[in-house]
């Protein structure tokens, strides 16, 4: 039993893997190179499960590649402060207008969906926010990839 699992998962990993577009990946790490070159700050923005891989990205473009970076799921204290003056749907807005992201910064998006009119919203008026800055945009999302594909500079589907 166990054999089999192992073994239908590692394949499927490997399926999903080889759907990756590799011209999305080598232009993502086009626009993280020229963001390092320009002192720019990268603000990786997540819900649900995304939102715990916001702040472990942090940790890893930090440590590892050398760009500062932050996520507001870092500072659930913050967040929450956020929600409950202004609520959910602006709270990431009001976070980034606070923390001046301009052109020469990059978001992040981490998301199954990419957001929708109706779902994560907080995450399109996120990338709404970047965009109206001149940030640029990068998403790694899946299924048609949503709004972050839309809004996105560069989008890698999952």
Same mark, same amino acid.
């Given at each position: 039993?166990?054999?089999?699992?192992? !073994?239908?998962?590692? #394949?499927?990993?490997? /399926?999903?893997?080889?759907?990756?577009? /590799?011209?999305?990946?080598?232009?993502?790490?086009?626009?993280? *190179?020229?963001? *390092?070159?320009?002192?720019? /700050?990268? %603000?990786?923005?997540?819900?649900?499960?995304? !939102?715990?891989?916001?702040?472990? !990205?942090?940790?890893?473009? /930090? *440590?590892? #590649?050398?760009?500062?970076?932050? #996520?507001?799921?870092?500072?659930?204290?913050?967040?929450?402060?956020?929600?409950?003056?202004?609520?959910?749907?602006?709270? %990431?807005?009001?976070?980034?207008?606070?923390?001046?992201?301009? #052109?020469?910064?990059?978001?992040?998006?981490?998301?199954?969906?990419?957001g929708s009119a109706t779902t994560s919203r907080n995450l399109v008026l996120g990338m709404e926010c970047a965009k109206s800055a001149g940030a640029s945009i990068l998403s790694v999302v899946s299924r048609d990839g949503g709004k972050a594909r839309e809004l996105g500079d560069v989008t890698v589907l999952i």
């Open positions: 039993m166990n054999d089999s699992y192992i !073994a239908t998962y590692l #394949a499927e990993t490997v /399926r999903i893997a080889e759907t990756v577009d /590799r011209a999305a990946l080598a232009s993502a790490l086009e626009l993280l *190179k020229g963001l *390092k070159a320009s002192g720019g /700050r990268l %603000f990786i923005l997540g819900v649900g499960g995304s !939102a715990g891989n916001a702040p472990h !990205a942090v940790n890893d473009f /930090r *440590k590892i #590649a050398g760009i500062e970076a932050y #996520a507001p799921t870092d500072n659930v204290s913050e967040l929450t402060a956020w929600t409950n003056d202004v609520g959910w749907e602006v709270v %990431f807005d009001r976070w980034l207008r606070t923390s001046r992201i301009g #052109a020469k910064d990059m978001l992040l998006v981490f998301s199954v969906g990419g």
